[in-house]
């Protein structure tokens, strides 16, 4: 049977979706290695799903279609059709320099996806964008394969199509009903296309509402008054996918520092202006550094440094946050709108020519930049006037985004089901159909072929006999006794095919529950464990309460037993249980096995209840939570705000709690319970 497979190009944005469609699946995640950021893999991993890399940096070329191309282009083929004066040789000379530099790379990609189409039943293929290089070679690619392709737009349709082609997707998810007229005027057939909201914009109300909270935080990072009035000025670009694209930095920055002096002569002086760039000319080997010390000059010539910040991050936070947002024809402008933020669009001669995006009764103000001063003047002195501008948009939200419910990216993962094709033969798709009542998975799992040195690591004694109930594979026993080369070590295991791996490392396994066996008949005198590890195992089991009162007798005088038992108080598990979900995986915090969950308080009134006296607790920190903890662990407390709840008041240990993925406790037998 063939595993099922998605193919996912969807930006980080958007991983939500992806989020909501692994929810009770399991799926192998073929993703380009461009998109495969540290959130996505922690996503898949937490999920219990498969992740896969697709090469797309040139690491698959294909050599043979540059020599190919060569020739093609020398024998004039690529000529035919095409005038013969210096521009159009000119012309052609760059196409060739392009193809010859892209064709073996795209060439090689394609075996892969070949290869990979063989080894996996691929049920879609999901992009943000069908009209740049890699993405449409994915959608092209994926229709040959009779794989069905859908394309989640990623804006709201503000042009007419300026890539010059036919959408390549077979389905297209949309924000409003504006978005679907703008495909449908691209020819694309109504009951291909699908209004289900912006998932990207879902968290919007919720950034709204705790907008006082979200402007402080800004404000410490960036190092901003709170008080003053913000103006979010964000650049564009246009992916160079036209002769008209009208990505000039100095351009965009001297237009804002500009704006700003005029303020400042103007006597508006409680304002900060904050420069929303896009990373655009790294493409060109430019650093972030070198594009802000550009800008930071071009506002010191104005004389506003000491009123400007350069920022690459946080577009929702600022469109949220911010006081007046000015934008080039970009779907920025909307975020303001949704937020209830003074948008402004700036006409170029590139939003001309490719149509404006925006009508004189769409809520957003479209001017001239000759026209930016006085407008930012009167937003940030006429109340009145600003009332008026924020009541106009407020008329047009449901026009843009029709999903403002924090649904759209649910809605989105549940029409990239209706649009996967059913896989002949294909494994099943549910964890419950492929990890209940099996005794033979597979040991190539991770659970059982990576051992723990973190646990082994508690013990503090130096063990004669150590037991490992749940030994798996037999890795971490093994750990153990290269610790302890003088040590014994015993296992437990109920997976028969693991076991059979573990009987090589360890002196000696066992297969079954631990429930099932009396250790003195199998060799075990009571009194001499020295080390027993339960890892990831108590929660497995009906009744753990019982086999810790039934080990007791059998722990040395200096026996210490180490557990690792998963936090049900995991912020992400909460999060998700206040959205209504409750979703079984492979493995991690909801491993469908699991029949007995744990908080850290819980986990000390366990051991207590059973016997023992903690000697050690460690923390094991959840890798999607990470930086959140970094960011807050010095702080006495804090307030955590999710998209449905809130918690306030956290103590610095309650948000270690809140952070962490597992327990790892030292425990030992309690003298003064006999």
């Known amino acids: 049977m063939k595993k099922t497979a998605l193919i996912y190009a969807l930006w980080e944005k958007n991983l939500a979706i992806l989020q909501h469609y692994l929810q009770g699946k399991t799926r192998v995640v073929l993703v380009p290695n461009f998109l495969a950021t540290d959130a996505l893999k922690k996503l898949v991993q937490a999920s219990g799903s498969q992740l896969h890399i697709l090469p797309t940096d040139g690491s698959a070329r294909c050599p043979d279609a540059a020599n190919a191309l060569q020739i093609y282009f020398q024998g004039g083929t690529a000529s035919i059709g095409m005038a ?24 090689g990609w394609l075996g892969a996806l070949d290869a990979l189409s063989d080894e996996y039943g691929i049920e879609v293929t999901v992009l943000n964008e069908d009209v740049m290089r890699d993405s449409k070679m994915l959608a092209l690619w994926s229709k040959a394969k009779g794989i069905p392709v859908l394309h989640v737009a990623h804006g709201t349709g503000l042009n007419r199509d300026y890539g010059g082609d036919a959408v390549a997707s077979d389905h297209v998810a949309v924000p409003s009903q504006r978005s679907a007229e703008y495909f449908q005027d691209m020819g694309m057939p109504p009951e291909q296309i699908h209004v289900v909201g912006n998932p ?108 400007v910040r350069y920022v690459v991050d946080d577009a929702r936070h600022w469109a949220a946050c911010g006081d007046v947002v000015v934008s080039y024809n970009s779907n920025f402008a909307i975020e303001a709108v949704l937020s209830d933020t003074p948008s402004i669009n700036l006409v170029t001669d590139f939003t001309a020519v490719a149509s404006g995006g925006f009508g004189v009764d769409d809520g957003v103000l479209v001017l001239e930049f000759r026209d930016i001063p006085a407008t930012l003047e009167r937003l940030c002195r006429d109340a009145l006037f600003r009332a008026k501008v924020v009541a106009a948009a407020a008329s047009r939200k449901t026009y843009y985004n029709a999903g403002s419910d924090g649904q759209s990216a649910r809605r989105t993962a549940e029409l990239i089901g209706r ?20 005794e033979a998975a597979d040991v190539t799992a991770a659970y059982h072929t990576v051992g723990r040195p973190d646990l082994v690591a508690m013990y503090t004694n130096n063990p004669a006999v150590a037991l490992d109930i749940g030994c798996a594979a037999g890795s971490t026993g093994a750990l153990i006794k290269q610790r302890f080369p003088a040590s014994q070590v015993w296992g437990i295991e109920t997976n028969r095919a693991a076991a059979d791996v573990a009987r090589q490392k360890l002196d000696r ?30 929660e497995h089991i009906y009744n753990p309460w019982d086999v810790m009162v039934k080990l007791r ?33 492979s493995q991690g915090l909801l491993d469908i096995t699991h029949i007995r969950f744990f908080t850290f308080k819980e986990v000390l009134k366990f051991c207590r209840e059973t016997g023992y006296r903690v000697i050690n607790t460690r923390n094991a920190l959840d890798l999607r939570l990470e930086s959140f903890w970094h960011q807050n662990e010095k702080s006495a407390t804090t307030t955590i705000n999710t998209d449905r709840l809130t918690f306030k008041d956290v103590t610095r240990d309650e948000l270690l709690e809140l952070c962490t993925v597992q327990f790892y406790v030292l425990i030992e037998k309690d003298p003064l319970q006999g």
């Open 419 to 438: 649009c996967a094709r059913k896989i002949e033969n294909a494994a099943p798709d549910y964890v419950w159909q492929q990890y209940l009542d099996v």
């Open 553 to 585: 007798p059998y722990m040395s005088g200096t026996g210490q037993l180490v557990l690792s038992i998963p936090n049900v108080r995991n912020l992400m598990m909460m999060d998700e249980l206040s959205k209504g979900n409750w979703t079984y995986a």
């Open 509 to 538: 396994v066992l297969v079954g529950k631990f429930e099932d066996f009396d250790l003195e008949q199998e060799g075990i005198a009571k009194g001499s464990l020295d080390a027993v590890l339960l890892a990831d195992v108590l």
């Open 84 to 107: 013969d004066d210096a521009v159009s040789q000119q012309l052609l000379a760059g196409i060739a320099e392009d193809v010859a530099k892209d064709l073996p790379v795209l060439q």
């Open 200 to 307: 990207h914009w879902d968290v919007l109300a919720g950034m709204v509402a705790n907008r006082a909270l979200n402007r402080t935080k800004l404000a410490e990072i960036y190092q901003l008054s709170p008080t003053a009035q913000w103006i979010v000025w964000g650049s564009t670009w246009n992916a160079y996918l036209s002769a008209l694209d009208n990505r000039d930095f100095t351009e965009q920055a001297v237009q804002a520092c500009v704006a700003m002096a005029a303020l400042k002569k103007a006597g508006v002086t409680n304002t900060m202006l904050i420069f929303k760039d896009r990373l655009v000319d790294v493409l060109k080997g430019v650093t972030f550094e070198q594009m802000r010390d550009r800008f930071m000059a071009i506002a010191a010539e104005n004389d506003v440094a000491d009123q």
